[in-house]
């Protein structure tokens, strides 16, 4: 409970002495050298909107920003959010330089006047634009730091549209993503074996008993060995397999790669596995639990473009490559005061939406 309250009043001084600052006038925590800055106000802001961002990962790691998730290291959620909130301020100032200085970009009279129609719509939400302020007052902001939260960022994504966009300046190589597809990814098919439930007569669900369960484990064991002494896979897999969705959306097999949403073992095994190889394995998810034959096909790179998700997929992976390279050609013009940054106490931080 002390805790508690220390961290309470730590907060409250914390955003009374941001607060006394407005905007631009701020202590500068960080700056592009001969070129723009970001107050203390305005990272305070950023470390708001990003906690928001962030909030589903806390909860789902016990509701503390105090997790460790590097016990080697003692690195918690609230280090991970400090270092995610540097980041984005580097690379907003580091795009706000090459926007305005290198490509000479300049915001349309529509992306002008959407700031000032954002900040009127969330003045209407808030009541009026003086409840705004004060709104933004709990997150040491104001309405200056707002208007130029929004029109940095809408400046970041004016510079990537300007690259990567339709007719963009730097286009990703078809090759690149074909190459990326067949060094990153693995093509497998399965048998599968529902041990989780069964569909009852009137298509509800309904879970396995354990001796139901057994008799799958006995059958998917006996399919294995069937294959392993020669019988035709393909056709003991339209004979067992209870995947009815495969061949509809799969038709090519499942493409697989580390960041892939198929269960861990069954992504595992994918990779592990060499082409021609079978492989028994059970999975288990919180929508249920199976058993996969899996066959692992030979690299058909040709098939790179043929599911469209796993084509953005590397597509959006190689473009952001390639956008973090451009901005780390201009990452020594960054300088950051870290006397006044440790005023940025992200376990007091709070949340904040622009929804």
């Known amino acids: 409970m002390k805790r508690i309250i220390a961290l309470v009043v730590c907060a409250a001084i914390c955003v009374a002495c941001l607060a006394s600052c407005s905007g631009d006038s701020a202590s500068t ?4 050298k001969d070129g723009g800055k970001l107050s203390i106000n305005f990272m305070y802001f950023l470390a708001s909107i990003q906690k ?3 909030s589903s990962v806390v909860q789902a790691n016990g509701g503390s920003w105090d997790y460790v ?9 609230s280090d991970l959010l ?3 909130t540097l980041d984005s301020a580097e690379s907003l100032l580091i795009c706000e330089y090459m926007h305005d200085e290198v490509y000479d970009l300049k915001l349309t009279q529509e992306q002008e006047k959407s700031v000032d129609n954002q900040i009127s719509a969330l003045s209407q939400s808030a009541g009026s634009k003086a409840k705004l302020e004060e709104q933004l007052s709990a997150y040491s902001s104001d309405l200056k730091t707002l208007e130029r939260y929004l029109t940095v960022t809408l400046k970041q994504g004016n510079l990537y549209n300007y690259f990567y966009g339709e007719n963009g300046i730097f286009p990703v190589a078809e090759s690149d993503i074909q190459d990326y597809f067949a060094n990153n990814y693995a093509i497998v098919t399965h048998i599968y074996f529902n041990t989780a439930t069964k569909a009852k007569s009137d298509g509800t669900l309904v879970s396995l008993t354990d001796e139901e369960k057994s008799e799958k484990q ?4 006996s399919v294995y060995n069937r294959i392993l002494a020669g019988e035709d896979y393909y056709d003991l897999k339209a004979q067992y397999s209870e995947d009815t969705y495969e061949s509809e959306y799969y038709p ?18 994918a990779l592990e596995m060499q082409p ?3 492989r028994m394995v059970q999975s288990s998810t919180s929508s249920g639990s199976g058993i996969h034959i899996m066959y ?7 098939l790179y473009n043929t599911d469209s998700t796993v084509y953005l997929t590397i597509k959006n992976l190689l473009i952001a490559d390639d956008f973090q390279a451009r901005l780390d050609e201009y990452v020594d013009n960054i300088q950051v005061d870290e006397q006044i940054m440790a005023q940025l106490n992200i376990n007091v931080v709070p949340e904040y939406s622009l929804s």
Not at 29 to 32: N, P, Q, T, V, Y
Not at 218 to 221: G, H, I, P, T
């Open 29 to 32: 925590a960080m700056s592009f």
């Open 52 to 54: 928001s961002m962030y």
């Open 69 to 77: 998730v590097d016990e080697e290291n003692g690195t918690t959620l």
């Open 82 to 84: 400090y270092e995610v």
């Open 218 to 221: 006995q059958l998917a064991e």
């Open 252 to 269: 090519n097999g499942f493409f697989v790669t580390n960041d892939t949403a198929f269960p861990t073992e069954f992504t595992v095994a």
């Open 276 to 278: 021609g190889e079978y």
């Open 296 to 302: 692992k096909l030979p690299m058909d790179e040709s």
